[in-house]
């Protein structure tokens, strides 16, 4: 695991369409993890009336 976040923003050389794919994938699931984590609270953010509450 530590190598995965040790690895993020750096140039890979890739060698095989294997390796293309599996750092492409990696890619999107933390593109989709970082979605997934903040849309919830931006959406909260978006519905909450001036007094703080959740608009319902």
Do not use: H, W
């Not at 599996?22 to 001036?50: G, H, S, W």
């Amino acid at each position: 695991m530590t190598d995965l976040f040790s690895s993020i923003g750096e140039i890979r050389t890739v060698f095989t369409l294997v390796d293309f794919y599996q750092y492409i994938k990696t890619v999107e699931y933390l593109i989709c993890l970082a979605f997934f984590v903040c849309f919830p609270a931006f959406y909260m953010y978006l519905n909450k009336d001036r007094s703080g509450k959740t608009a319902q």
